[in-house]
Nanobody, 116 residues
């Protein structure tokens, strides 16, 4: 079983940056697709970005393209989400997800709050 622990969220002003971390234990992420999903109050859950643990191919949602970047550090089995040029619309709880076939693991989430 994979345990995912997110960190790095916080309160930041509009235009600021944060780096979210998703540290995995219990298995290496090489065979997983690892994604970041966010949920804001009153809004649908939104897939933000994901990366293949096998070949590092990535997906970035149009809403964050050019501002967010995902990466995978195999040495530490950690996936990062770099958030730049933050806007108030980016305020949400950000969750890390690791998926392999029908197996799906989630972290507890980390809050990102962008103040204007």
């Amino acid at each position: 079983e994979v345990q995912l622990v997110e960190s790095g969220g916080g309160l930041v002003q509009t235009g600021g940056s944060l780096r979210l971390s998703c540290a995995a234990s219990g298995d290496t992420l090489d065979a997983y697709a690892i994604g970041w999903v966010r949920q804001a109050p009153g809004k649908e859950r939104e897939g933000v970005s994901c990366i293949s643990g096998g070949d590092d191919s990535t997906y970035i949602a149009n809403s964050v393209k050019g501002r967010f970047a995902i990466s995978f550090d195999r040495a530490t089995n950690t996936v990062y989400l770099q958030l730049n040029s933050l806007k108030s619309d980016d305020t949400a709880v950000y969750y890390c997800n690791a998926k392999r076939g029908s197996t799906d693991y989630w972290g507890q989430g980390t809050q990102v709050t962008v103040s204007s």
